[in-house]
């Protein structure tokens, strides 16, 4: 089975993407999720990458470089999402070793991330799977 990381950097690409970031963000528009996309990219360093299996969008990660006093130099998984009909092939994995790897490359020291308190399936693939700890919560207040 063919697979393939590729970087997503121009708008084409990430509308190919906005299909697997609707499962994720079903509160997204098309016209929104461009939006958005184009100022984190702009504003924050965002970048996206995809895996295709034979030619096939099966997972995208989004995720933007950080300074911070309590990571350091690190990086900030904001998305990461495996197609309904592809889940529990390793994809999301793959994915985030991808980011490890780039990561290292470009001297960051940490990866995090954060779920939704909802989502105990993915809770529960962090946490399996051994890729990452649970070491704080996350607060949001809206404005």
Same mark, same amino acid.
């Given at each position: 089975m063919r697979?393939?990381? &590729?970087?997503l950097t121009?708008e084409?690409?990430w509308?190919? *993407? +906005?299909?697997?970031i609707r ?6 528009t098309?016209a929104s =999720?461009?939006?958005? !996309?184009?100022?984190a990219?702009k504003?924050?360093?965002y970048?996206? +990458? *995809? ?5 096939t969008?099966c997972?995208?990660i989004?995720f933007?470089p950080?300074t911070t006093l309590y990571n ?5 998984v ?7 009909h592809? &889940?529990?092939n390793?994809y999301?994995l793959m994915?985030?070793?991808h980011v490890?790897?780039? *990561?290292?490359? /470009?001297? =960051?020291? *940490?990866?995090?991330?954060?779920s939704?308190?909802s989502?105990t399936?993915?809770? &529960? +693939?962090y946490m399996e799977k051994?890729? =990452?700890? /649970? !070491?704080s919560?996350v +607060?949001?207040? &809206?404005?």
């Amino acid at each position: 089975m063919r697979s393939l990381i &590729r970087s997503l950097t121009v708008e084409q690409e990430w509308l190919e *993407a +906005f299909p697997l970031i609707r499962q994720l963000r079903p509160h997204l528009t098309e016209a929104s =999720y461009l939006e958005l !996309v184009h100022e984190a990219t702009k504003n924050e360093g965002y970048r996206m +990458f *995809a895996l295709e299996v034979e030619d096939t969008l099966c997972a995208v990660i989004g995720f933007m470089p950080q300074t911070t006093l309590y990571n350091g130099k690190g990086i900030w998984v904001t998305d990461l999402v495996t197609d309904e009909h592809h &889940r529990s092939n390793g994809y999301g994995l793959m994915l985030l070793a991808h980011v490890e790897a780039w *990561a290292k490359t /470009k001297g =960051y020291e *940490a990866i995090s991330l954060s779920s939704n308190v909802s989502r105990t399936e993915a809770h &529960r +693939f962090y946490m399996e799977k051994g890729v =990452y700890d /649970k !070491v704080s919560y996350v +607060f949001k207040k &809206r404005l």
